[in-house]
């Protein structure tokens, strides 16, 4: 069985989702659970986590409610306003009265201007309170400048478990070796507090270089430096479908790691029990394929 763990729904009467407003046509539009089902039905994906797609409280419930009528999904990712800790902390125990579905908090730090924002000091405050509750963090960032940033987090808020959503985007068309990527995410990789998320690797690599043979080389460097304890999956769709559809990204990624990982038990941990340890989901899931 496999847990997906980045999967998104928008409504655009919800929210504003104002970094769809120049997406392609596939992408600027609603997306349901419902859009999804008949595709998710035919791979192996028996549980699913909803990750934010917009700074807003609005989202967040969309997605809570999501999550009550879909049985298949186990958690929720939602957004909180990090840059007001009491706010945060008012909202963060509300929304863990929601303990089946509150797992951990994002927001769209690659939209921001300053690739530093988490930096500030009242976004580290809100942090530390995350950590305090052990609530998990999941880092989107796409530049280098992003991964150095989460470096100087991890120094600031030590206890906070964080996940490079998309792996912070590899240069899946350039060079592995030596690039500056590879070099900042094996320092990050020293840090027991850094998750991997092997997820959203179509949109990096562009429809015509989403291949095995492409992506393997750095997928099998992430988990030789993270270790097969601290990787798992993650389907990102609907972003995904600009580079394949949800049963040919999950064939790929299956194909991918049963490549890589020939020991069924280092399979399992990336397919689904990994997912289970970071986001506190229901162990049964590992025990049970419910």
Known sequence: ???????????????????????PEVLHS?????????????????????????????????????????????????????TDPSATEKLLKH?????????????LIHDEPDAAWLLQPAVIDSLKILAEYRIPYDFVGVKTEHIQTALKVAQRVPNLKMVFDHLNQPPITADLNGSEWASLMAE????????????????????????????????????????????????????????ANYTTTWAL??????????????????????AVSFYNLNPSLTESGS
Not at 2 to 20: E, F, G, K, M, P
Not at 95 to 107: A, D, L, P
Not at 206 to 226: A, D, M, Q, W
């Open 30 to 82: 609603n997306h349901a659970l419902s859009d999804l089902e008949d595709e998710r039905k035919a791979t192996s994906v028996s549980g699913g986590v909803l990750v934010q797609a917009d700074n807003t409280l609005e989202d967040t419930a969309l997605m809570f409610e999501a999550a009550k009528s879909n049985s298949w999904i186990k958690g929720v990712v939602g957004w909180l306003p990090l």
């Open 253 to 274: 990624y299956q194909q991918l790691i049963e490549a890589i990982l020939p020991d069924e038990e280092e399979r399992e941990r990336v397919y689904s029990k990994n």
């Open 1 to 23: 069985m496999i847990i997906d763990t980045h999967v998104h729904i928008w409504d655009l009467q919800r929210s504003a989702y104002n970094w769809l407003k120049q997406a």
């Open 188 to 243: 990050a990789a020293q840090h027991d507090q850094f998750y991997a998320k092997i997820s959203g690797l179509g949109t990096v690599a562009g429809k015509e270089f989403f291949t095995v043979e492409n992506i393997k080389p750095f997928v099998t460097f992430v988990l030789s430096i993270f270790g097969t304890n601290r990787c798992f999956l993650g389907g990102d769709w609907p972003v995904s479908l600009l580079a």
């Open 95 to 107: 929304f863990m009265q929601e303990q089946i579905f509150f797992k951990g908090v994002r927001h």
